[in-house]
């Protein structure tokens, strides 16, 4: 019987990329706002709005072997300029409605032999940068709750973070408009360049599947040695 592997919101970018690669060995479902490019592909899409929608009212397995949580956001502003508001909504997204939505599909995780979690970070989290404050702060929360929920649920299931710099995805289209835009930010990597959606989807493809059967309470960092290398 093939798993199941739910993918919530992503129906472009490293969503449609990570269910391109499970579409072919697993029940692959994508709970989106729009089907978009996922139509091409061999899943099962439910229309879902996550700042709106109750995920326990979809059609879904009594067993889930995967989950994906990708809604975010990249709010990059002065902190002189920022409310209580922006980091209310950034927090709202980015890491309680992850919670929400975890601790709704706990039962259907808990039902697999060993079912695995992955949800999505920021390079920023452990790497200061200016005018991240609200997301590092919404995306940091997202790191201890993810290494405490996989304490707490060891070895019933496994629980992963990856934590990315910036990506060329429809999310980024702001800092990665234009041919100026992108190569100013590829300079910035030692790599000599963002990441693509494929570059991340080959690790939550890794880690949502048994090859990573040995891996829970990480933070990995995919940042094109952002985080780690200075080369000047």
């Known amino acids: 019987m093939s798993k199941n592997i739910l993918l919530v919101g992503g129906s472009t970018g490293i969503g449609y990329e990570t269910a391109k690669r499970l579409q072919n060995d697993y029940n692959v479902i994508v709970a989106s706002r729009k089907k978009g490019d996922l139509a091409e592909l061999n899943v099962?899409?439910?229309?879902?709005?996550?700042?709106?929608?109750?995920?326990?009212?979809?059609?879904?397995?009594?067993?889930?072997?995967?989950?994906?949580?990708?809604?975010?956001t990249i709010n990059l502003k002065p902190f002189k300029m920022m409310r209580s508001n922006v980091f209310e909504?950034?927090?709202?997204?980015?890491?309680?409605?992850?919670?929400?939505?975890?601790?709704?599909?706990?039962?259907?995780?808990?039902?697999?032999?060993?079912?695995?979690?992955?949800?999505?970070?920021?390079?920023?989290?452990?790497?200061?940068?200016p005018f991240h404050t609200s997301v590092a702060a919404a995306k940091g929360a997202i790191e201890g709750f993810a290494r405490s929920l996989a304490a707490e649920y060891a070895p019933n299931?496994?629980?992963?973070?990856?934590?990315?710099?910036l990506t060329n995805t429809p999310l980024a289209d702001k800092l990665l408009g234009n041919d100026k835009k992108k190569e100013?930010?590829?300079?910035?990597?030692?790599?000599?360049?963002?990441?693509?959606?494929?570059?991340?989807?080959?690790?939550?493809?890794?880690?949502?599947?048994?090859?990573?059967?040995w891996m829970t309470g990480q933070v990995i960092g995919l940042d094109g040695g952002m985080s780690s290398l200075n080369i000047s």
């Open 44 to 72: 099962t899409h439910h229309e879902f709005n996550v700042l709106e929608d109750d995920i326990s009212n979809l059609d879904l397995p009594d067993q889930l072997d995967g989950l994906l949580y990708l809604p975010g």
């Open 157 to 165: 299931f496994r629980v992963n973070v990856i934590a990315p710099s």
């Open 184 to 213: 100013k930010m590829d300079a910035r990597h030692p790599l000599k360049r963002v990441a693509e959606a494929a570059d991340i989807a080959e690790m939550t493809t890794y880690l949502l599947t048994d090859k990573s059967s």
């Open 89 to 129: 909504d950034d927090m709202k997204i980015n890491f309680l409605k992850l919670v929400d939505t975890t601790q709704a599909l706990l039962d259907k995780l808990k039902a697999s032999d060993q079912a695995s979690i992955v949800y999505i970070s920021t390079v920023a989290v452990q790497t200061g940068m």
